[in-house]
């Protein structure tokens, strides 16, 4: 059996879920969200790609419905035993959201208020049509998305502990980045080492592809295909995760190929100034729209306000595909309240289309009860790779 935490660390984790589930007036929850699964119980697996949930009762009580591939992948990398796993029959003209409605039955939930997990790429709109009209007459189904994801954001020890080794994957895969980066290097050949460093240090890939951009797709801050060889005269923006047992640590970096000029210098003292400015920000207690108004001020200080984004950061945790994000973001007036314990990836993006320069600055920080710690060892100062 493969488990990361302690049966106690998944027993205390049930207790708060149940909790919040009974604080929400719900009897039960259908969780779609792999995240729910692997904080709740351990289980890790893809197979939310298709029909996939866990079903929790404002009792604790835990029960799985997959389909088969998945039955082993429970018995070994979950708390649950092999009564709380059940197989549908993926045959022809089987409607999943039929069966689990038995299932809910046998769990004396019909005619049950039930919260749904809809803000999940686990629960596609085709399911969610499949399940709104099995429940019909059936129970009483609400959005509840945020129910368990709010659970768990603060980390305990052990969550932060690998968090940081995230972190140290990702400074390898930055080095290792700068080591291969310059003239005439090929993008292709820092994209493998950067992934490499990951895996060669025991992590896991990330919750979406690495963004390894040159030349026009430097402002990028997207993956797209397509490897080049660099310019003489280039940038390089990276943004990636080590990714370890599933916890993540993001960073941001643009590269300059050859020599910075003045633009470049200019728009990276801006970045770190905001980076600087939004860990200062920081603060148990304080809103998260308090982070982005000091991304914001200095950006439009420096006169870059056209070319930052609407958006600063957000949520680190234990992410699946198809992206590593573990809302809520860091945008304009987000009244949620920061505490010690959360994890954030600060990305200070700057994207000019006039002049073809980006600029991307970040790193992933710790709350804490005094302030902000930086897991990552990497310096800010401007990289150029000649």
Not at 226 to 239: S, V
Request: with cysteine; glycine share 10%.
């Amino acid at each position: 059996m493969t488990l990361h935490f302690t049966r106690e660390e998944f027993a205390e984790r049930q207790g708060r879920g149940k909790a919040a589930i009974a604080a929400q007036g719900l009897d039960g929850m259908i969780l779609f969200a792999p995240e729910s699964h692997f904080y709740l119980c351990g289980f890790d697996t893809f197979g939310f790609a298709m029909f996939q949930c866990l079903i929790m009762t404002a009792e604790g009580r835990l029960e799985l419905f997959v389909r088969t591939p998945d039955l082993r992948q429970a018995q070994i990398t979950s708390t649950l035993s092999d009564d709380q796993i059940h197989v549908w029959p993926d045959v022809e003209g089987v409607n999943p959201a039929d069966e689990l409605k038995k299932l809910l039955s046998a769990m004396g939930l019909e005619g049950k208020k039930l919260g749904v997990e809809m803000k999940t790429a686990g629960l596609t709109a085709y399911n969610w049509q499949l399940l709104s009209r099995s429940m019909e007459g059936f129970a009483t189904i609400v959005d509840a998305s945020d129910v368990i994801s709010l659970t768990r954001r603060v980390k305990s020890p052990q969550e932060i502990e690998y968090h940081r080794k995230a972190a140290e994957l990702s400074d390898q895969g930055l080095d290792e980045a700068i080591r291969l980066s310059g003239p005439g290097a090929f993008d292709g050949d820092v994209l493998a080492a950067m992934q490499g460093v990951v895996f060669q240090g025991g992590g896991d890939y990330a919750g979406n592809e690495f963004i390894v951009g040159s030349g026009e797709q430097g402002l990028l801050c997207r993956y797209s295909s397509g490897r080049r060889k660099m310019d003489a005269n280039d940038q390089l923006t990276l943004e990636w995760s080590g990714a370890f047992a599933r916890y993540h640590a993001a960073m941001m970096r643009t590269l300059v190929i050859g020599k910075a000029n003045d633009h470049q210098k200019r728009m990276h003292a801006a970045t770190v100034e905001a980076l600087e400015a939004c860990e200062t920000a920081i603060r148990p207690g304080d809103p998260m729209g308090n982070v982005y108004a000091a991304h914001a001020e200095v950006f439009d200080r420096h006169g870059f306000g056209d070319a930052r984004m609407k958006a600063c950061g957000y949520g680190m945790g234990a992410i699946y595909n198809p992206i590593w994000v573990d809302f809520p973001m860091f945008y304009e007036n987000n009244p949620l309240v920061m505490n010690a314990g959360n994890v954030f990836f600060l990305h200070m993006i700057l994207m000019d289309s006039e002049t073809g320069h980006a600029m991307c600055w970040g790193h992933s920080v710790l709350v804490k009860d005094g302030g902000v710690e930086r897991l990552s060892r990497s310096s800010l100062d401007m990289v150029e790779c000649l």
